[in-house]
């Protein structure tokens, strides 16, 4: 069953799943929004190209970019909203969780519950699937602040699984993701730092001095990683052709794109492309 609300320009909801997979029939919906997936034991659940098995009840956050598939015996439900309903960046400061379950745009974190927080979390799911069918003038904010408690308490619980005994938000953290969701809304339109670094107002070379010091790793390497990604995922998710995903990500010549795929990936979009779909399809 599908629990939608709409506010203004805002949406949110839940979708249950049992024996079926709903993500791969509204995934183009979905793909927009922000996404909380509570998953029961068993089955098993892919998120760009890397395969889980889901030993226990788990939550799992996933990006509006990123793509998920989920194998016919897996269980529980997905709540989607968008930027509106709670933007994890305007609250990040606040609750310093953002760079564990949603900035980094290459992990989609599974945080492992055990039976009490389990049973914890489902029944906050399940007082958001009562709110929403509420019309009351304070509905939006109840489920607001409901949203807020599964994602402090999902740190808390990745913060023990993971013997982080301290999160504290940092200037050149925020810095960072900053950055990252420069790139995060630009990479198909700039490919090069110094777009960036003007957005930013410092010269390219500052800009690659302070992210290698905090990510060891370039600014042009991120920008890289992040159009291969989009490609990886639109070359096995979609039906896009070769030359379409090219001109979706900037390229107007098709050639170079396939050159630059070619060399960051070392193998040909299209052998990608039948490779990794073959493998999804096996998990599905």
């Not at 922000?34 to 996933?62: A, P």
């Not at 745009?105 to 945080?111: A, C, D, Q």
């Not at 940092?170 to 670094?197: C, I, P, T, W």
């Amino acid at each position: 069953m599908k629990y939608l609300k709409q506010c203004a320009f805002k949406k949110f909801g839940i979708l249950e799943f049992c024996n079926q997979n709903p993500v791969d029939e509204f995934i183009d919906q979905f793909r927009d929004y922000i996404k909380i997936i509570y998953l029961k034991k068993g089955g098993r659940v892919s998120s760009d190209f890397t395969d889980m098995e889901v030993g226990q009840d788990s939550l799992l956050f996933v990006n509006a970019a990123q793509f998920v598939r989920l194998s016919e015996n897996t269980k529980g439900c997905i709540m989607f909203y968008d930027q509106g309903l709670y933007g994890v960046r305007l609250h990040d400061e606040e609750i310093a969780c953002d760079e564990l379950l949603f900035s980094n745009f290459h992990t989609m974190p599974l945080v492992e519950l055990d039976a009490i927080n389990s049973t914890t979390i489902a029944s906050v799911f399940d007082e958001i699937r009562r709110e929403i069918i509420q019309d009351d003038i304070n509905q939006e904010e109840m489920i607001r602040v409901l949203l807020k408690q599964i994602i402090i308490r999902a740190t808390r619980f990745w913060k023990r699984q993971h013997n982080i005994h301290d999160l504290k938000p940092q200037h050149d953290s925020g810095f960072l993701r900053y950055f990252m969701q420069l790139v995060e809304h630009n990479f198909s339109k700039y490919h090069d730092v110094a777009s960036y670094a003007n957005m930013l107002n410092m010269s390219a070379k500052a800009l690659n001095k302070r992210i290698v010091k905090y990510r060891r790793c370039t600014p042009n390497e991120i920008i890289k990683k992040r159009i291969i990604l989009e490609a990886q995922r639109l070359l096995v998710y979609t039906h896009l052709s070769v030359k379409e995903i090219g001109y979706r990500l900037g390229y107007d010549d098709p050639s170079y794109f396939i050159r630059f795929f070619s060399k960051q990936v070392k193998i040909a979009p299209q052998t990608f492309r039948l490779h990794f779909q073959g493998v999804l399809n096996a998990v599905a």
